[in-house]
């Protein structure tokens, strides 16, 4: 079965950020994801994962300046890039997060891609290095888009710890077919983490255009176990929105 994460990015609106951990906890999540830690301490965050006996899972490196979405695939960023690097390790060390995902930015190049990403797994020593293609609906211009490329790039790189982030969220709307491409993908064992919400208002998964709890049975039946991150907006509470999350449980229990 699926085991899901919660992303206090978006869910627990109605919580300051720090609350959102114990919100999390209090509706049986036992992992949670965020999209950037770094305007906290890490030890504050660590205390607040520890005192509620939650896992991080993932979050992202920094995004870089102003309206930059990352930083890997633009030139004349690398040392930008390098710093950044380095402060989502130290996070990461910190939170005992074995997941980054590290975004690759507007209006890139693949040459320095793929540069940037071979000298970020060096550096990356037991850590996993995620690409997640993006749709340009919500972020225009964003460079990595599509699974496939997405994987031609993690095999191009070679390096055990760079994998795919796969957003079925964001895979319906640039390509569709997504039951196809879970078959796909997932026994390649280059996904190293999913993420799930309904299309097209990116609510919870039970509302909008995808049959969810089919595609968790296609999930299972590829024998993936890793996290699958709940990374929507809640249409009205959070708590009382994951009725989804309480109906697949029980009907696996």
């Not at 280059?190 to 709890?213: C, K, T």
């Not at 595609?215 to 890793?226: K, R």
């Not at 929507?232 to 309480?246: K, V």
Request: net charge negative.
């Amino acid at each position: 079965m699926p085991r899901f994460a919660a992303n206090l990015s978006m869910l627990y609106p109605e919580h300051a950020f720090l609350d959102r951990f114990e919100a999390a906890a209090r509706d049986g999540f036992e992992a949670v994801e965020f999209m950037f830690p770094y305007e906290f301490e890490a030890r504050e965050i660590a205390a607040r994962l520890k005192g509620n006996g939650l896992q991080q899972v993932l979050f992202n490196g920094p995004p870089g300046e102003g309206t930059e979405r990352g930083l890997a695939s633009v030139p004349g960023r690398e040392a930008a890039f390098r710093a950044s690097i380095a402060l989502a390790l130290r996070y990461a060390e910190m939170l005992d997060c074995p997941r980054i995902h590290v975004m690759a930015g507007l209006d890139g190049q693949r040459e320095t891609y793929v540069a940037n990403l071979r000298w970020a797994a060096q550096q990356a020593r037991g850590v996993d290095l995620l690409l997640e293609p993006i749709n340009t609906r919500d972020v225009p211009g964003y460079f990595l888009n599509r699974q496939d490329r997405a994987h031609e790039v993690v095999e191009e790189i070679g390096a055990p710890n760079v994998k795919v982030q796969m957003d079925l969220y964001h895979c319906q709307i640039v390509e569709g077919d997504v039951a196809t491409k879970i078959r796909r993908y997932l026994p390649t064992g280059r996904v190293g983490h999913m993420q799930v919400a309904g299309v097209p208002q990116r609510h919870e998964p039970n509302l909008g255009e995808l049959n969810y709890p089919y595609l968790f049975e296609v999930i299972d039946e590829t024998g993936y176990d890793g996290w699958v991150g709940c990374e929507y907006r809640p249409a009205g509470g959070t708590s009382a929105g994951l009725d989804w999350l309480r109906r697949w449980r029980a009907s696996r229990a």
